[in-house]
């Protein structure tokens, strides 16, 4: 018996909208506005129990240590760590990315091909290396420690390095990753989704980069041992990532043998669904919505295809989408039409649409047999009285309000510091945070 389980980022205390990301145009757009920390924490937490309370497996991924002080060391700052803190105060766009707060949306965390799909019968993690932007690279080497601490029995799982931090590999985890099954616990077709192309002189996006390089998608799968008759490397559209559709999870999302995408999302699409079908059979469902009724721009505005597509325990398929879905009224009207889906919930999750990320963004999915799921790490496991004693931190420790400007005051580094300390203890990961080691 395999289930998935949804690990969702926790939204850290230093949440702030610094339009950091190239290409996310919700980021850019919210840049410099005042964002809700404490709000943002507790919506995603919200969401991940409703999930628990539908009787799915949730867990939950920590925020990552911020500031990066270590980075900061690197690029010149000293002297205390205050000092740090107010000397890089006088170069604010290396003090906000190392203050970013991005780690949350952990689809872009790793990659994870499941036990059924590998040689050694081992779950397999690959940490992305998310190079293409800076501030998000900063979180390689403490997610991979956090994954290895988590999953840390090895005859279990297998844990690889991140891909070299160069341009033909840049990695950006699950968020361009998709898994077709029959059943979780059935061997799958993975599906890589890269952004350049494959073939000289191919077609290139040229507004905003392509953070997916297909030698990432092809170094990984074999990492992790995939057999290459069941691995599929497609190439998203992109006139879609010039229009801001910078993950291929903001446009297609699959479970099992569904696949829900927007009619523009890959390069030769008809060729792609044709391949799926002979290697998944007439079991396979794929729901594409049309560009007459949904347009990029509308997909971009509502992240619709950054939904959960959840299979519920009774066997019905749930999709779980952001407010904004059904704030626009022909997105929302066509959705209401779909007989594929048993049921439609609304999630608001407005701090963290407005920095650029939708549910599917707060969420790695990892398939886990019941051996596996038990020999992973129980502390990270919510239960209804885990989310209690989350929500009463969030509630102490949290801001309700935080600007790019605050994070120049020391003060704010500390108030972080005693959060994660504490926080640590909750999940029973003492002493993981680099500032509990020195």
């Avoid at 990066?68 to 700052?77: K, P, V």
């Avoid at 297909?214 to 995939?226: M, N, P, T």
């Avoid at 799926?276 to 997909?299: C, N, T």
């Avoid at 505005?301 to 519920?312: C, D, G, K, W």
Wanted: aromatic share 6%; net charge negative.
């Amino acid at each position: 018996m395999a289930t998935e389980v949804n690990f969702d980022g926790l939204v850290g205390p230093t949440h702030f909208y610094g339009g950091l990301a190239v290409g996310n145009l919700a980021s850019g757009r919210h840049a410099a506005r005042p964002s809700n920390p404490k709000a943002a924490a507790l919506q995603g937490l919200k969401k991940m129990k409703r999930l628990l309370d539908l009787g799915l497996e949730q867990a939950v991924l920590p925020p990552l240590a911020r500031p990066d002080l270590a980075m900061l060391r690197r690029l010149g700052f000293s002297g205390s760590d205050s000092a740090v803190i107010e000397a890089a105060a006088h170069a604010p766009a290396l003090l906000q990315a190392c203050y970013s707060a991005s780690s949350m949306w952990v689809a872009n965390a790793a990659t994870v091909s499941p036990s059924t799909d590998t040689p050694d019968g081992r779950v397999h993690f690959t940490p992305a290396n998310l190079i293409s932007q800076f501030h998000r690279s900063l979180e390689c080497e403490q997610t991979a420690q956090l994954l290895q601490r988590i999953f840390h029995h090895p005859g279990h799982f297998c844990h690889h390095p991140p891909l070299p931090a160069a341009a033909p590999f840049g990695d950006e985890g699950a968020a361009n990753h998709n898994r077709l099954c029959r059943e979780y616990g059935e061997p799958g077709i993975a599906m890589f989704v890269h952004g350049d192309s494959a073939l000289r002189g191919g077609r290139q996006p040229l507004r905003f980069p392509a953070r997916q390089g297909i030698e990432a998608s092809r170094a990984v799968a074999r990492q992790h041992g995939l057999n290459p008759h069941r691995v599929l490397l497609v190439q998203q559209n992109p006139d879609a990532i010039d229009q801001g559709v910078f993950h291929n999870d903001v446009i297609a999302v699959a479970d099992r043998r569904m696949l829900f995408c927007h009619e523009q999302a890959f390069v030769d699409q008809s060729r792609i669904l044709d391949t799926l079908y002979r290697l998944m059979g007439d079991e396979l469902l794929i729901l594409q919505a049309p560009a007459e009724w949904i347009s990029l721009e509308d997909a971009v505005n509502t992240y619709l295809f950054n939904s959960q597509l959840l299979r519920l325990p009774c066997g019905g398929r749930l999709l779980l989408v952001p407010e904004e879905c059904r704030r626009h009224d022909r997105v929302w009207a066509w959705l209401n039409e779909q007989e594929m889906f048993d049921d439609i919930e609304v999630m608001d999750l407005r701090q963290s649409m407005d920095n650029g990320g939708g549910p599917a963004c707060l969420r790695l999915r990892v398939v886990l047999s019941d051996t596996e799921l038990h020999a992973m790490h129980q502390g990270v496991r919510l239960t209804g009285h885990l989310y209690s004693q989350l929500v009463d931190w969030v509630e102490r420790h949290y801001r309700d309000r935080l600007l790019p400007e605050d994070l120049s005051d020391p003060q704010l580094m500390r108030e972080v510091h005693s959060a994660l300390e504490e926080l640590s203890r909750l999940l029973a990961l003492e002493g993981f945070y680099p500032f509990q080691q020195s």
